[in-house]
């Protein structure tokens, strides 16, 4: 079970690096079965990742560029974030995509450099609210994954997870509606299916987990992750507050659900 915390430009470096510590305090209650990462901004990774050093709190950041090395102005190289400790990247998040214009192609050159870099890219994937009423859903999601992993190859010992994350579920910016565990799960096969076409099922199964994002909280995580297709989850707000993060991680392992 993976639980990723995305911070997104919520917190400044100190409030990142306390809620980093006040983690690694909690982290002899955490499930031993649950992987957990954390996501701060690119100018908090460095201080965060000395933080959890030594902890079985792993890294992440919520973006980095598609080259390693020249004149882009401003980008942040996968090289860069794997040498500040990072072991996991956020790739085509939606609000990426929203307020930045991020494509399908872009989001492909980053996973291409991300796995060079040896950084495992966590490839976000979904439908807004439009195009679920234009009943655009499973078109969209192939789409985005088919031109995201289209060539992508995966050596033995690299994984990639793709996230599921309706936008009209994200708390911030969303319609203000969970998605419903069913829904989730029919998104996720459909997920699975064009994954098992890129990679092979073999592949999918032990190296591709599929998550789920979206207004994820301790009193709803379990409802998720109890799905047969969910292998984890994306936390943005519930991840902000560090008793409600660690509820939400023990509800996800089935551990004292609430
Ligand atoms: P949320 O954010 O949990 O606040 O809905 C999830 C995300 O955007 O990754």
Redesign the pocket.
């Known amino acids: 079970m993976l639980v990723v915390a995305?911070w997104?430009m919520k917190l400044d470096a100190a409030q990142s690096v306390a809620l980093a510590g006040a983690m690694v305090r909690q982290e002899r209650i955490l499930p031993a079965d649950v992987e957990v990462v954390v996501c701060p901004s690119h100018v908090s990774l460095t201080a965060v990742g000395e933080k959890i050093k030594g902890s079985r709190i792993g890294l992440g950041a919520q973006d980095c560029f598609w080259e390693v090395t020249g004149a882009y102005t401003g980008e942040v190289s996968p090289g860069d974030v794997y040498a500040a400790g990072c072991r996991f990247v956020i790739l085509g998040?939606?609000?990426r995509r929203q307020h930045v214009g991020e494509t399908d192609e872009q989001v492909h050159r980053k996973v291409i450099a991300a796995l060079r870099a040896g950084l495992v890219p966590m490839v976000c994937v979904g439908e807004d609210w439009q195009q679920r009423g234009d009943q655009q859903k499973d078109y969209v999601l192939i789409r985005q994954l088919q031109t995201a992993l289209q060539g992508v190859v995966l050596g033995a010992r690299e994984r990639l997870v793709v996230a599921y994350?309706p936008v009209w579920?994200?708390?911030?910016g969303?319609v203000g509606i969970e998605a419903t565990p069913p829904e989730v799960q029919y998104a996720c096969e459909v997920i699975a299916h064009v994954v098992t076409d890129l990679f092979g099922a073999a592949t999918r199964n032990a190296r591709v987990p599929i998550i789920y994002?979206?207004?994820?909280n301790p009193s709803n995580v379990a409802a998720f992750t109890r799905l047969p297709r969910v292998a984890g989850v994306?936390?943005?707000?519930?991840s902000l507050n560090v008793s409600q993060f660690v509820d939400l991680i023990n509800a996800a392992a089935g551990r004292g659900q609430k």
């Open positions: 995305n997104k998040h939606s609000e994350e579920a994200i708390s911030t969303g994002g979206g207004s994820v994306l936390v943005g707000a519930a």
